[in-house]
């Protein structure tokens, strides 16, 4: 397992070739790269996006998050790298690899950890906008993708 934080921004195809390069036997790699938009939800052009973050519980909760989806798919590797702090339109906000033997698990485990970072992952969003600043929350389609990975939902 990798995970980082930063405040600085990455390359997510450097991230990935990282990734890959140090896999072996796997048949499969799966990533999601997360960019910020232009635009906040709400339709204004957006300045920046700024996640704010506490050190320890932040990164207690993505531990526990990729701790889960190994233990849960069966993936051989898996990389998290999340930014914090101010982020531009355009720029990376999060890159999620993973890794297995076969493509359905990587491909569960990535949209898994995705949705857990989307909504349990422990950071205050913030959009500034040509207007002014807004907080902002998971929304229920956000909870309701996290809900399908529930133990209920797979039984």
């Known amino acids: 397992m990798s995970i980082r934080l930063t405040d600085q921004p990455f390359a997510a195809e450097g991230e990935l070739a990282e990734f890959m390069a140090r896999l072996t036997g796997d048949g499969a790699v799966v990533n999601f790269v997360g960019i910020a938009r232009s635009h906040s939800s709400s339709g204004e052009i957006l300045k920046r996006l700024v996640l704010q973050h506490h050190p320890r519980l932040t990164s207690r909760s993505i531990d526990e998050i990729a701790e889960t989806a190994r233990k849960r798919f069966d993936i051989s590797s898996l990389r998290i790298v999340h930014r914090y702090g101010p ?69």
């Open 87 to 155: 982020v531009a339109p355009g720029e990376v906000i999060v890159f999620v690899a993973a890794a297995s033997k076969h493509r359905r698990s990587a491909f569960n485990a990535a949209d898994y950890m995705m949705d857990r970072l989307k909504t349990d992952a422990v950071f205050w969003k913030r959009e500034d906008t040509t207007s002014g600043s807004r907080w902002i929350e998971p929304t229920a389609d956000d909870y309701g993708a996290r809900e399908q990975w529930s133990e209920s939902c797979l039984e």
